[in-house]
Nanobody, 122 residues
Framework: QAQLVESGGGLVQPGGSLRLSCTATGTIRSINAMGWYRQAPGKQRELVASITNDGSTNIRESVRGRFTISRDNAKNTVYLQMNSLKPEDTAVYYC????????????????WGQGTLVTVSS
């Protein structure tokens, strides 16, 4: 099995920065894409940013230029550096890993983290 362990959420003032981390644990052979989604109260979950194992990224337009996604394949870890945070960035942020291959299991898995709360408020 595979699990995602997230860290780095919290309370920050507008204009501040936070860095989210997410590490995939388990007997993982490979992961295609890793990314971050967010869900604000009363809204649907939306993709914030994703990165493939060859480094190709997809960044949501509303955060482009403020958020940066990066990945350490050797550590099965993805990071989301969030700068110039705005109140509208407040949400629960979920890590996602797609097309995960686990030793001893067939097929591809999609795995979600438990979520970490980011609150941007003065």
């Amino acid at each position: 099995q595979a699990q995602l362990v997230e860290s780095g959420g919290g309370l920050v003032q507008p204009g501040g920065s936070l860095r989210l981390s997410c590490t995939a644990t388990g007997t993982i052979r490979s992961i295609n894409a890793m990314g971050w989604y967010r869900q604000a109260p009363g809204k649907q979950r939306e993709l914030v940013a994703s990165i493939t194992n060859d480094g190709s990224t997809n960044i949501r337009e509303s955060v482009r230029g403020r958020f940066t996604i990066s990945r350490d394949n050797a550590k099965n870890t993805v990071y989301l550096q969030m700068n110039s945070l705005k109140p509208e960035d407040t949400a629960v942020y979920y890590c996602n890993a797609a097309d995960v291959v686990v030793a001893g299991e067939g097929g591809y898995l999609e795995v979600w983290g438990q979520g970490t709360l980011v609150t941007v408020s003065s």
